[in-house]
């Protein structure tokens, strides 16, 4: 055991002292933190750019009837439409509203005309201003006013809710799912780095016949093990620094720009019962839903939960990568044997879809108990309320499936890793693991 843990502090030390692993470390979470603040930038900062909209209506609806709309400012005049085109054509206005006499019920021929392409946000306003316009003239023609059009219309947001053995609680498909999915893409990501740090850092020692030295003092197994635990606690290590990061960035971006982010969600709420509009209350109400959202997320289940399958899945087929990397002298070698460890994975993302439409299913359930698909499927299902007994299962089924790979791995890591120059397939592999040397 003691030369197990030599090993793993020789890996941990040499690998969280590189730079890579420094800038990695300190620049996801600023990515992150940046995204977040982008987001919030753009939620609160009022646009100072206007576009200049001269109006031409012959049709009598839209004159009396079209107001602003975002950065779209509206100026209607009575003067011919080729006057106007030619005040665009020098710069004194962004462009030109043309609605011709039009028939209501089915309007054509309204055109924007401008010196240069407009954004999809104008182009969006300004559609938005038109059919804004033409509601309420089709609204004064039938004698409907628009505080009884108002009156009419509800809104309704459907939250599903879970019964839970302990507590109901509620919460939001589309949340779940995007958690979900974020969740087991990171497990798959986080499997595949970290493993292949494994397999080459056997094949390096190998090729360079420094596991030759090293095996005189220590057997394959603890040679292994060590490899394989030294890079787990980097991986941990890793996440867990990103976690602490990203959290204090997140916590610290809605100060910057003086949203408070722990009243955001109620304020929100009180605007949209008082009706309020405008771009400040816009700004609170989409930083409200932001943590609104991360409010309803179990954090601590998610980040336990993937901590654990990040572990136990990166034990499971680190120890299939480091098989791999002993039996084969060069990465190039490495295409045919891995093949058949990724396509569990591969098709574990192909069932993403049949998850998430059915998370309860028989597909979701059997795919989430087997160690090779487990760590990505039942992350994609934990935000969906698991029973405890099926989440317990699964992790106990991860610990068998570790356990069973180890030992694979040992019996023909113990072999291949002194073996150079042998032409390596999985019938190859098959007899090592059989064989009672």
């Known amino acids: 055991m003691s030369k197990i843990l030599l090993i793993l502090q020789r890996e941990y030390i040499s690998r969280v002292k590189k730079r890579s692993f420094l800038l990695t470390t300190l620049l996801t979470p600023l990515l992150f933190g940046g995204i977040y603040a982008m987001a919030i930038y753009f939620a609160v900062k009022d646009s100072d750019e206007e576009y200049k909209i001269k109006v031409v209506d012959e049709s009598g609806y839209v004159a009396d009837r079209i107001e602003d709309r975002g950065a779209a400012k509206f100026e209607v005049v009575s003067l011919p439409a080729d006057s106007v085109k030619e005040g665009v054509e020098k710069g004194e206005s962004f462009g030109l509203l043309y609605v011709p006499q ?46 009884t059009l108002d009156s009419l219309r509800t809104r309704v947001s459907i939250k599903s809710v879970s019964l839970s053995g302990k507590a109901a609680t509620s919460g939001n498909s589309a949340i779940a799912g995007a958690v979900g999915t974020f969740s087991g893409i990171l497990i798959y990501m986080f499997m595949l780095i970290y493993g292949a740090q494994v397999m080459r850092g056997v094949m390096q020692e190998k090729t360079s016949k420094i596991v030759e030295i090293l095996v005189s003092s220590v057997k394959p197994f603890q040679l ?146 087997i160690p090779f698909s487990s760590p990505i499927i039942m992350m994609i299902r934990i935000p969906f309320d698991v029973p405890a007994w099926q989440l317990i299962l699964s ?43």
């Open 224 to 369: 292994m093990m060590g490899k394989i635990l030294g890079v787990a606690l980097v991986g941990l290590t890793q996440f867990t620094l990103w976690v602490v990061l990203t959290s204090a960035l997140l916590s610290i971006a809605p100060i910057m720009f003086g949203v408070d982010a722990h009243t955001a969600s109620e304020a929100a709420n009180h605007m949209s019962m008082a009706g309020a509009a405008g771009g400040n209350a816009q700004a609170v109400e989409a930083i409200g839903k932001i943590n609104e959202v991360i409010g309803q997320i179990n954090l601590p289940l998610i980040i336990g939960s993937f901590m654990y399958y990040f572990l136990t899945g990166y034990l499971f087929y680190a120890a299939l990568f480091a098989m791999v990397g002993s039996a084969v002298d060069s990465e190039s070698d490495t295409q045919q044997l891995m093949l058949p460890i990724m396509m569990p994975i591969i098709a574990s993302f192909m069932m993403l879809g049949a998850v998430l439409k059915d998370p309860g299913g028989d597909l979701a359930f059997w795919l989430s108990m």
């Open 102 to 147: 039009l028939d209501l019920d089915k309007p054509e021929g309204i055109k924007l005309y401008t010196m240069s392409t407009p954004g999809l946000q104008l182009e969006d306003d300004v559609d938005d201003a038109m059919e804004a316009a033409l509601e309420r003239a089709k609204m004064d023609r039938i004698g409907i006013s628009q505080a």
């Open 395 to 437: 992790m106990a089924l991860m610990v068998v499936g570790f356990l069973g790979t180890t030992w694979m791995a040992g019996r023909v890591y113990r072999i291949g890793i002194l073996m150079h120059g042998a032409k390596v397939n999985y019938k190859v592999i098959f007899k090592w693991l059989m064989s009672k040397q």
